[in-house]
T-cell receptor
Framework: AQSVTQLGSHVSVSEGALVLLRCNYS??????LFWYVQYPNQGLQLLLK??????LVKGINGFEAEFKKSETSFHLTKPSAHMSDAAEYFC?????????FGTGTSLTVIP | ETGVTQSPTHLIKTRGQQVTLRCSSQ?????VSWYQQALGQGPQFIFQ???????GRGNFPPRFSGLQFPNYSSELNVNALELDDSALYLC??????????????FGPGTRLTVL
C-alpha cells in the first residue's frame, strides 16, 4: 500500500530561519514523490518532484527536498523562511494513476 | 497559456440533491483528475480521465461519476448528496497517459456545502 505521513500538522518558524517539513512514505515500489503548496482559497501548486533521478531535488521559491531511501523520507527544506512562505504544504506519493496525499502541514512564519 | 479553471467557485446544496462541477483543463492537456479535499485533510483521489475514458478510480462510490469531453474539459457529477460530501473539489490536468511522472496542474477548486 502506498501512503505518506507528514509529521507535525503545524510548524512555526521565524522569518529568516530554516524551514523543515517532514514527510515519510510507504511504497511497495520505487516511489514518485511530490511536494505541493496550497495558499488560502487556492488550488495546489507543485513545488518539486522526485522521479528517481537525483536524490536532492530543487524546486521553486528556494525549496528543496532530499529523497532518502534508507529512511523512507522526503523532507522539504528552505534555508531562510520568508513571510510569503506561510501556507499549507502537502507531500504526495504517486502510484500508477493515483496520488496519495498526506494530511498537510500548515507553516506559519513569524516576523 | 490558460491555466486550469473550475466552476462554480462555491455551491450550496441539500441532502439528496445532485450536483455537477466543471473543469477546463490547461491548454494542451489531455488528462484530468478529480480530488475531494475535506476540511483540514489532504486531497483524496476520486478518478482520472484520459482521452474521454476513465483511467483510474479511488475509493469513492458509484454516485460519484465523471465525464471528459473532446475538448478535454470535464465534469464531476455527484448524486444523492450526503452531508459528508461537503468539501473542496479540485480538478487537475496534465499531459500524458497518467504516468507517474506526469505533472498535474490544479485548479482553484469548487467549495461544495451540503446542508
Amino acid at each position: 500500500a502506498q501512503s505518506v505521513t507528514q509529521l507535525g500538522s503545524h510548524v512555526s518558524v521565524s522569518e529568516g530561519a530554516l524551514v523543515l517539513l517532514r514527510c515519510n512514505y510507504s511504497s511497495s515500489v520505487p516511489p514518485y514523490l511530490f511536494w505541493y503548496v496550497q495558499y488560502p482559497n487556492q488550488g495546489l501548486q507543485l513545488l518539486l518532484k522526485y522521479t528517481s533521478a537525483a536524490t536532492l531535488v530543487k524546486g521553486i521559491n528556494g525549496f528543496e527536498a532530499e529523497f532518502k531511501k534508507s529512511e523512507t523520507s522526503f523532507h522539504l527544506t528552505k534555508p531562510s523562511a520568508h513571510m510569503s512562505d506561510a501556507a499549507e504544504y502537502f507531500c504526495a506519493v504517486r502510484f500508477g494513476n493515483q496520488f496519495y496525499f498526506g494530511t498537510g502541514t500548515s507553516l506559519t512564519v513569524i516576523p | 497559456e490558460t491555466g486550469v479553471t473550475q466552476s462554480p467557485t462555491h455551491l450550496i446544496k441539500t441532502r439528496g440533491q445532485q450536483v455537477t462541477l466543471r473543469c477546463s483543463s490547461q491548454s494542451g492537456h489531455n488528462t484530468v483528475s478529480w480530488y475531494q479535499q475535506a476540511l483540514g485533510q489532504g486531497p483524496q483521489f476520486i478518478f482520472q480521465y484520459y482521452r474521454e475514458e476513465e483511467n483510474g478510480r479511488g475509493n469513492f462510490p458509484p454516485r460519484f461519476s465523471g465525464l471528459q469531453f473532446p475538448n478535454y474539459s470535464s465534469e464531476l457529477n455527484v448524486n444523492a448528496l450526503e452531508l459528508d460530501d461537503s468539501a473542496l473539489y479540485l480538478c487537475a490536468s496534465s499531459y500524458g497517459s497518467g504516468g507517474a511522472t506526469d505533472t498535474q496542474y490544479f485548479g482553484p477548486g469548487t467549495r461544495l456545502t451540503v446542508l
